[in-house]
């Protein structure tokens, strides 16, 4: 199952939709069995976004603003990340909340991503979230890497560093020397290119819990191709917390959970159907929603569903597949696979923190490992979110630049 939108917890500063619990929602995906609801109004429709959705090079004397043509907008949280650092700008909601817009000096900053993540309702009380990002102008063709994880976080043991460059890499050496990934205690990191854009790190194995890792992003005039230079000297952290690995076997209908090396439980699940089976392989969580509006028409499905309330949805791909809670399918858990590739939990209308989605979800951290067996689909691609570890490790080595090469 595909989908997306986030809440509080987040994986640091990867391109992706999201939707917070705050009331914070964004893209949208996912996957479950097929029921009609009565659909709000779409998030484009409903919710104004200026810059445009995904515009690059936008100026920096462009306004940003936030409106709905009806209705009230809830909440709106505006995320600027600059020099792999996330800043909240602060704002404030005008002419009755039908308008949100920054709050003291209305200017944007140079070589800048922003996330934007609205909830509205209409003239009807329906909700509507939307999810945007635009990226400013990077003036002189300078390069960024916007790095995941996030400064200062507490990650599991399957967390991969992953960096994403907003231009392309041609001299992919000069950029791969410019940056270092170590840990403590001491353990071999290797890098792996994913194309001309993407540049991963992660150890031999799952890091050993309590790992303190340092990214040095020393990117500053780097040439990276002709006339692109790097503006970024930064260096951050993150910790590695407990293990929790999960183990999902679809034909089962199960899924077992491995805390430090020990079965914690096992949990009846629901995976894809015989139509839209379950990607094999190893996932890590990249984003943790406390709700999400899941739509098949974002990830090829038309309109076979469209739920506006999926509780605790966890990312495992950037295609789409996630492990959530699921409150409308019956008593399939444990006995059929129903979903459109999704894993689904047994779950409540709004989410319980008692049931079993909402167990896991509390004891889950970005970075943990959930892999799925026994489905009849491919294994997962290992650019398809941090699907690195699907990689065997003289494989994973290979894809780093030669010295002096491109």
């Known amino acids: 199952m595909r989908a997306a939108v986030r809440r509080a917890r987040h994986a640091g500063a990867t391109l992706g939709a999201v939707l917070t619990g705050a009331g914070l929602i964004g893209a949208l995906a996912g996957c479950t069995s097929d029921t009609t609801f009565d659909k709000p109004p ?24 936030v409106t709905v043509p009806e209705g009230r907008l809830q909440s709106v949280r505006v995320v600027e990340v600059r020099d792999a650092e996330e800043r909240a700008v602060p704002g404030r909601l005008e002419h009755d909340a039908m308008r949100w817009r920054p709050a003291g000096r209305d200017r944007l900053a140079l070589a800048a991503q922003y996330r934007v993540d609205a909830v509205a309702v209409d003239g009807h009380g ?45 001299n992919r050496a000069a950029v791969q020397r410019a940056i270092r990934v170590t840990a403590r205690p001491r353990v071999a990191i290797a890098p792996h290119w994913f194309g001309h854009d993407r540049l991963d790190f992660r150890p031999r194995r799952y890091w050993r819990p309590g790992t303190r890792v340092t990214v040095d992003l020393g990117l500053r005039d780097v040439r990276a191709a002709p006339g692109v230079y790097g503006r970024q000297d930064k260096t951050f952290t993150f910790t590695v917390g407990r293990s929790q690995v999960s183990v999902v076997d679809a034909a089962a209908h199960t899924m077992r959970v491995f805390r430090n090396g020990r079965l914690a439980e096992t949990v009846p699940i629901t995976a894809g159907a015989p ?50 809670g699921n409150y409308w399918s019956g008593g399939v858990f444990g006995n059929s696979n129903v979903s459109h590739g999704c894993v689904g939990l047994r779950d409540v209308k709004g989410g319980g923190s008692w049931t079993p989605a909402g167990r896991f979800f509390d004891r889950t951290l970005i970075g943990d490992v959930v892999e799925v067996r026994n489905s009849a689909d491919k294994k997962v691609a290992a650019d398809n979110g941090l699907g690195g570890w699907n990689m065997d490790w003289k494989r994973w080595r290979a894809g780093g630049a030669r010295a002096g090469g491109a």
């Open 275 to 324: 139509t839209s089976t379950t990607y094999n392989g190893k996932m890590v969580v990249s984003e943790m929603l406390d709700v999400t509006r899941m739509d098949g028409r974002t990830v090829g499905f038309g309109g076979e569903y469209d739920i506006p309330d999926v509780p605790h949805a966890i990312r495992l791909t950037d295609s789409g597949t996630f492990l959530h």
């Open 42 to 65: 779409s998030a484009r429709e409903l919710i104004r976004v200026t810059p445009d959705d995904r515009t690059k090079g936008v100026r920096t004397q462009q306004p940003l603003r």
């Open 126 to 170: 329906r909700r509507v979230a939307r999810h945007t990002t635009f990226t400013t102008d990077v003036p002189d063709k300078r390069f960024i890497g916007y790095v995941t994880p996030e400064h200062r976080a507490r990650v599991g043991t399957g967390m991969i560093v992953r960096i994403a460059f907003n231009r392309r890499i041609e």
